[in-house]
């Protein structure tokens, strides 16, 4: 089983920044897609970005301003937010699994719990 704890939450004014991390633990081994998705309330879940074996991709809804990285000493996923948008306000949740096909269809077999976003205008 993989176990998979978000950080880093919280409450920032539009324009800053926040990182948020993911921690993966268990049996990650071959555990190789990280994904990143977002909810408001409302919303349907939204896709934000994903890292397999190292290299990111990052939609276009955040590009240019969200960079998702992974140190895999520590066995954790970061999301680096800055120019933060009061549209980003949501519940931040990190996803993973064996493949990236599942991660990309938003249907991963490993859910963190999610952490919290709210940014103020």
């Known amino acids: 089983q993989v176990q998979l704890m978000e950080s880093g939450g919280g409450s920032v004014k539009a324009g800053g920044s926040l990182r948020i991390s993911c921690v993966l633990s268990?049996?990650?081994?071959?555990?190789?897609?990280v994904g990143w998705f977002r909810q408001a309330p409302g919303e349907e879940r939204e896709a934000v970005a994903r890292?397999?074996?190292?290299?990111?991709y990052v939609f276009d809804s955040v590009k240019g301003r969200f960079t998702i990285s992974q140190d895999n000493a520590k066995s954790t996923v970061y999301l680096q937010m800055d120019s933060l948008k009061p549209e980003d306000t949501a519940m931040y949740y990190c996803?993973?699994?064996?493949?990236?096909?599942?991660?990309?269809?938003?249907?991963?077999?490993?859910w963190g719990q999610g952490t919290q976003v709210t940014v103020s205008s």
């Open positions: 996803a993973a699994d064996n493949t990236c096909r599942t991660v990309a269809a938003g249907t991963p077999k490993y």
């Open positions: 268990g049996y990650t081994f071959g555990v190789n897609c």
């Open positions: 890292i397999y074996y190292g290299s990111p």
